[in-house]
Structures are given as C-alpha cells and as structure tokens.
Nanobody, 124 residues
Framework: QVQLVESGGGLVQAGGSLRLSCAAS????????MGWFRQAPGKEREFVAA????????YYADSVKGRFTISRDNAKNTVYLQMNSLKPEDTAVYYC?????????????????WGQGTQVTVSS
C-alpha cells in the first residue's frame, strides 16, 4: 500500500522560509514522478510543483517560480519543497502526490496517491 506522509509545515512570517518533506513508502519511489499541490480555504486544489523520476526535470506554477524549489532524494524515498520569500497568499494545506508515470505532471487527475497534507500559514 502506497503511503505519503508530509511534514515541515507551520506558521511563518511573510518573507520567511519553510521546507516541506514527503516520505513515500509502498512503491518503488524512483520509478515515479512526484508533485506538490496546495489548497487554500474556499479554493480549489492547485498545482505547485512537480519533479520527474530522476530529479532532472522540474516544473513550477507561475505563482511560485523563483521562490520555491522541488527536489528529491531517491535513496531516502523523499521529496522536498523548499519555500522561500513566502507570502500570505501562500497560506494553504500542502499535499504531495505521486503520479502514474515517470514524467512531470501538472494536473491532479494524473496523480494516483496523495498524502494527508500539512498546513502552511504565512502571516503578514
């Protein structure tokens, strides 16, 4: 059974940084691309970033490009999201997910397993 467990969320002031982690189990982690999504209260879940199976290709939403960095450590079965220059509009529950293939994906329907989410709150 595939399990994804996020950690690293919390409360931070605007301009600060956080690093989210997502530990995966139950699947050969290095075979699949991974992604991060977020959902703010009253809004739909939106794509944040994705990374291919090897870590050699990444893709970002325009709203986070230049501020967030996705990476992975296949030896540790973990994907990361480094978030810098955080803004109040980044406040959301952040979810990691694993895709059905090896290439980066940006749509939620292309992901088949999801974590439970971790709350990120950015104060102004």
């Amino acid at each position: 059974q595939v399990q994804l467990v996020e950690s690293g969320g919390g409360l931070v002031q605007a301009g600060g940084s956080l690093r989210l982690s997502c530990a995966a189990s139950g699947r050969t982690f290095s075979n699949y691309a991974m992604g991060w999504f977020r959902q703010a209260p009253g809004k739909e879940r939106e794509f944040v970033a994705a990374i291919n199976w090897s870590g050699g290709t990444t893709y970002y939403a325009d709203s986070v490009k230049g501020r967030f960095t996705i990476s992975r450590d296949n030896a540790k079965n973990t994907v990361y999201l480094q978030m810098n220059s955080l803004k109040p509009e980044d406040t959301a529950v952040y979810y990691c997910a694993t895709t059905k293939g090896t290439f980066v994906r940006r749509y939620a329907y292309e992901y088949d397993y999801w974590g439970q989410g971790t709350q990120v709150t950015v104060s102004s």
